[in-house]
């Protein structure tokens, strides 16, 4: 270990580096990697890991005290739970956090976004006092990426650290898969509440500098021209996500076992127990295996039992195969748009607690063939690949929605939306895109500018019924759904008349995925300034 600094005011030593949490649905990986350590290493972090690098994603709060009782992480299953109250069980979280509705999650408090903010609150609390973090890097999901990393900006802003970046939780698994520079990879990630796949190319080869992966900046941190690394470019060339995941093959296998029983956590704590052993590539597949659960309420003891073959024919029979089938057509349909094909992979990288399923794997090496499957770590090959980043890297990445504007369309008399920037477009942009408003009626003294966001459709949805997940098939086409908040209005001196050319709108992506407007009256000549409309990813 190479001791870095020492904190004269405690007169303690400490080591300098980067921290990497991957907030996960089950697990919550936590991983330090120091500025001249070789490898990164998982931090145990008592009470509430449950191992070296992982913390249980639980949150348990109690209102009803003189003192309010949060637990977090280990510290609830470490309690008996007869002395907790199940419905303040705060787990499955992540998946609704960043989430346009949360139909799916129980009314009790805290809210998804309350538990996840308490969780990393007691993660970054008991750092070592020997470590000194100097860079904290975050991972985030695809499909929820906008609204998760603006929770994420608030969450840390009370963090004392000096630089805070962001990466895409597929992307960081590409990073840690080891493939050499100028390869491309499919990184499939199967957490506990999304499905992730993302082309990933890594940049260098031939003499060129080795890549590094994407590294957001956010909070106001420009890591640009802060290291002396030379720029490098790691570009995303597709990418899909779905609601769905680990904790939801839970809940299929107690619907289909046990479908009187209330679904409490410490039941989908024996299926995921039971889903795991029956993913033992040692244990046959008409094995059967049993995993007991006692309900405190009923003082009754039950089993749960199931072969290989019968827990395959259920992710099947619920969808995970037609899922995966979707994301991956839909990946490669904005891989194409790329250049690139199937059959220019160098390898296929399989991440999250689902890469131990042998019905995932087997399916995905029948579709890649013939690119290699790759199996890292599954659990802290995430975070691990985090680690991978550094400051000073100029990032070229995908847009996973797009965005469109409204206008008012003067021959159909009503308004449309007109797409700006499309999903499967690099950014941040290097032209801007030039669009020209004119006014619509008599005296008009504003244009109102109203931004969307084009939902694809054609996919598969997740919905809850029950409580139980049921994966449906949405219809083809395409809307725009506007942002909340987003519209500006643009005030018109003198006021403008109908079919006159007024403003001159100049629009690009910066760094951080902002869409940026630059506005003229075009005719004065005179500049309006400049807006930020807001993170478009």
């Known amino acids: 270990m190479v001791l870095s600094s020492i904190n004269k005011e405690n007169d303690v030593l400490q080591e300098i580096g980067t921290l990497a949490i991957d907030l996960g649905n089950n697990t919550t990986v936590v991983a330090f990697q120091g500025e001249f350590a070789d490898e990164p290493r998982l931090l145990h972090l008592p009470p509430i890991s449950r191992d070296k690098g992982e913390v249980p994603s639980l949150v348990y709060y109690d209102e009803q005290t003189n003192h309010p009782l949060f637990l977090i992480g280990q510290q609830v299953l470490d309690r008996d739970l007869k002395e907790l109250k199940n419905n303040q069980i705060c787990s499955d979280f992540k998946r609704w956090i960043g989430s346009k509705d949360n139909y799916g999650f129980p009314s009790n408090y805290p809210s998804p976004e309350e538990a996840g903010e308490k969780l990393l609150e007691e993660i970054w609390k008991r750092i070592p006092p020997d470590l000194k973090v100097k860079r904290l890097v975050l991972t985030a999901p695809v499909e929820t990426y906008r609204a998760y990393r603006s929770w994420l900006n608030k969450v840390c802003s009370s963090f004392s650290v000096d630089e805070i970046a962001l990466i895409d939780e597929p992307t960081a698994a590409a990073m840690g898969a080891g493939l050499p520079a100028g390869s491309k990879l499919l990184v499939v990630d199967i957490g506990g509440s999304t499905i992730d796949m993302s082309l990933v190319a890594l940049e260098g080869g031939e003499g060129k500098a080795e890549p590094v992966a994407q590294l957001l ?16 470019c790691a570009k995303v060339l597709g990418k899909s996500g779905q609601r769905l995941g680990g904790r939801d093959f839970d809940r299929w296998i107690v619907s289909k076992l046990h479908p009187n029983l209330s679904i409490t956590e410490s039941l989908l704590n024996s ?37 290989r073959k019968q827990l395959e024919e259920l992710l099947v029979e619920r969808g995970l195969i037609k899922t995966l089938k979707s994301l991956f057509t839909q990946t490669f349909k904005i891989g194409l748009l790329n250049n690139c094909k199937l059959e220019d992979l160098n390898g296929v990288v399989i991440v999250g607690g689902g890469a131990r399923i042998p019905l ?43 965005v469109s504007i409204r206008c008012w369309d003067k021959k159909s008399n009503r308004h449309t939306w007109y797409p700006l920037f499309v999903a499967g477009q690099p950014w941040p942009t290097e032209k801007n895109l030039e669009l020209i408003l004119s006014s619509s009626k008599d005296n008009q003294q504003e244009i109102e500018l109203v931004l969307g966001e084009p939902e694809i459709k054609g996919m598969q949805e997740v919905v809850y019924i029950n409580g139980i997940p049921k994966v449906t098939d949405q219809k083809e086409g395409s809307e725009v759904i506007p ?51 807001g993170s478009v990813r």
Request: hydrophobic share 35%; with cysteine; charged share 30%.
């Open 483 to 533: 942002w909340d908040g987003s519209n500006h209005c643009v005030f018109l001196d003198p006021p403008g008349q109908p079919g006159q050319d007024c403003l001159k709108l100049n629009f690009s992506l910066d760094q951080e995925c902002l869409l940026i407007v630059e506005l003229q009256d075009i005719r004065s000549g005179q500049e309006l300034g400049r807006l930020i409309l």
């Open 217 to 232: 900046r956010f909070d106001g941190i420009d890591l640009e021209g802060k290291s002396k690394q030379v720029l490098r």
């Open 271 to 307: 299926a995921e127990k039971l889903k795991c052993r029956l993913s033992d590539e040692n244990i046959s597949e008409g094995e059967l295996l049993v995993e007991s659960y006692t309900e405190v309420s009923q003082n009754k003891t039950f089993n749960l039992s199931l072969t």
């Open 360 to 402: 995932v794997r087997r399916w995905l090496e029948k579709e890649i063939e013939p690119a290699q499957l790759i199996t890292p770590p599954p659990i802290e090959a995430v975070a691990k690949g985090a680690l991978k980043l550094t400051p000073g890297v100029k990032i070229r990445d995908l847009l996973h929605r797009g």
